[in-house]
Structures are given as C-alpha cells and as structure tokens.
C-alpha cells in the first residue's frame, strides 16, 4: 500500500509519500509561502532534489503541483495518480471527540470545522489539505490523525483547569495537549528499544522542537502533558513563553493599554528564548553557541530553559510514581548532547541516572545514553510523525475501521 501523508500550515505543505510494504519513503518535499509572493515546492527523491518555483494561489493550487511531482517520472514515486491507495493527514485539534486517526467522512468534516474555534490558525489549513485532497483524488481515502488524540485519556484530574467549572461546559475549556503523534511514536520505540512491555512501561518523552512539551506515558497511555488549552502551556520555547503567572495577562493589558490579540501575541511570538535574549534569536542554535561561550544572557535563557524542562521531568515521576525511561526527541532533543546532559546531570541524578558522555555525544540517532548501570536508561530516539500518519492510515483502511483506538 503507498500512503501519501500531508502536513498543511497555514502557508506551507509539508509531504511524504510512503510504500508502505517496506515502510520506504518514495519521495518528499515541502511546499512554502503558498499564496505569497515567493512560493515554491523543494522536492527530494533519494539524493535527487528538484525546485518547482511558480505561484501557488492556495493549498489546492499547491497540491496539485505535489501530485505531479508524485508521478513524475524522474523524481516521483510512482506513474500514475492511481497508484496512490490513501492520504494521511496531520489535523491539530480533534477536540474532545477523537481519541484515535479516523477514517474521513462527512460527519468528521463536520466535527473537524466545529473544533475550528479551539485551533483557529491549524485546524481551517487541515481541513483546506483534506477537501483539496478529496477534490484532487476522488475515490482515494483520507485518514486524519490528529495531535490531540493520544492525550485523549488524560484523566479529569489532569486535564482540568481550577477556573469556574462552567467554562468547562460553555467552551470546552481544558487541556488537550499536542504533538501527541510525535510522543505516541517516541514512547512505543522507547518501550521496543528497551524490551518493555508498552503497556506496563512508565516513561517521559521530551519533544523538543520550536514547540515543546513533554509527556508522561504509563501502561501505553498519555497520563499528562505540558502544553494545555493551546500549545502555550509549559516548556519555555523559541518565542512561546510557556507557563507563566496568568495575572500577567491583566497586568500588562492595564499597564501597557494592551488588547488581548497583542498579550497573545507577545506570549506566543515575543517570548520564550526569543524574549529572555532580547530579540537575539528563536533558535537553539544560536542560544547555544552564545551560552557556551559564556555570553550571560543566552546562558541564563539556557538555564531557565533547561531548568523548566527538568521541573517537568521531575513532576511526571510523581505523577506515574516513578519512570523506566526517559526519551529526547525533536529539533534540540535529538540534536543537542549539551541540553540533554545538562538537564540529566544538573537535576536528574536522584533519579540514579548517569549519562555515558561518549554514547550521548550523538546526533540524530536512535541509542540509549545512559551508562549500563543507569537506574532510569535516557535515550535519543528520532521522532516520526509522518511514518505514524502512515502506519495510521494504513491500518484503518486494511481493517476497514472508522477510527483507531491508541
Ligand atoms: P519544529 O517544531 O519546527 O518541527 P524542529 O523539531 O525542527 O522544529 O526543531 C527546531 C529546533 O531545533 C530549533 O530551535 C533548532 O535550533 C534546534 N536545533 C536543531 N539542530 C540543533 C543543534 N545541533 N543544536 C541545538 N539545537 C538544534
């Protein structure tokens, strides 16, 4: 079965065509600035890279230049468009009502266009990509798999906020928690690498990316997670400010004569490592090199960010009552041996972990970093959201289920 698998941002494509008998990709790319000036496709196959630079007026006009570039003879992954067997889209928000990738019909459309107002800038390009698709490949079958979902058996006492209970019922008030596809993949690989049964392992993953959250996974479930209502919750980010004293919302619209939309906007695009660096950058890179130098600001935004992420590691422990395995992943996770070691030696040692600095000195691949005798093993394991979308996908059309069940 060959899977095609779509990520649709507000002006961006990013795509994966799999075969899905040997879980290969066939072919790739990203489509960027769709609908402004500038836009173009960056397409891979094997080594091979192809720029497709035209105007692309919306998502619809930019999948269908994907397609051709699908069954391009040269860089495609098959002949024909009908060789494609299903479309595996990624969905931000699937509210209360999925707890599992579902098989796309009109009532889920209907669901996916109410849950708008909880993701007002992912959810309309999501559902932009699936109706485009639908149009593009009629027949085909489209599988949305949502962030949200492997959350979806967070318990109340977890996902509640102590706020009037009535905004639970008017709005819908709550946290959902995201990049749920990403930790689901990270924690069953961190369970088949270590040997454990999934569903009796306690572990954290950390997915560290421009976006970050952690989660705590126990018996094959997420059980918490740092991003909440939004993905502002949590983890001190690239611009978002993670968890802060909400009176500081009121505080700043009074003293600064803010509206809400401008708060939100400085939180969500001002903040996090971006802010604490004055403006100096968003990316961990950057922040990285500086503090290593020992520049003081960027040292102090590696801190405070490294400091949050352990408080988080640490409240999980609690939270499960303990912890086999702890997993990085994403951007900096997998890329970043200082940020791992730092947060593992800095506050993680009463745990009985210890990080074997050759094995940690690593990027982008999958190993345990812990020493032998490590009490809780640490582990670098790459994430892959779209082989999950894939796998998803593939699933549900071979069994010819509605939804899956995490
Ligand atoms: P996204 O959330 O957009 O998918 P990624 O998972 O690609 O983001 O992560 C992006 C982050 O990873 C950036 O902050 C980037 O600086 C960081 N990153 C990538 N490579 C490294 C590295 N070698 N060292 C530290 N951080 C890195």
Known sequence: MRVLVVNCGSSSIKYQFLDMDTEQILCKGLAERIGIP???????KDDQKVV??????????????????VVDEKVGGVKDLKEIDAVGHRVVHGGEKFSGSVLVDDEVMRALEEYSYLAPLHNPPN?????????????????AVFDTAFHSKIPA???????????YKKYKIRRYGFHGTSHRYVSKRTAEILGLDYHKAKIITVHLGNGASVAAVMNGHSID???????LEGLVMGTRCGDIDPSIVTFLMEKEGMTAEEVYTILNKKSGVFGLTDGFSSDMRDIEDKALEGEPVCRLALDIYEYRIAKYI????AAMNGVDAIAFTAGVGENSPITRKEICENYLGFLGIKIDDE????KGEERIITTPDSKVKVLLVPTNEELMIARDTKEIIEKGIKQLEY
């Open 38 to 44: 500038g836009s173009r496709i960056v397409h891979k």
């Open 52 to 69: 497709v630079d035209k105007p692309m007026k919306d998502h619809e006009e930019a999948l269908k230049y994907v397609l051709e570039l």
């Open 127 to 143: 559902i932009i990509g699936i109706r485009a698709m639908m149009k593009l490949l009629p027949g085909v079958p489209n599988v």
């Open 157 to 167: 006492k977890a996902y509640l906020y102590a706020i009037p209970h009535e905004y």
């Open 225 to 231: 997670t740092s991003m909440g209502f939004t993905p």
């Open 314 to 317: 640490g409240a999980y422990v």
């Open 359 to 362: 094995k940690n000195n690593i």
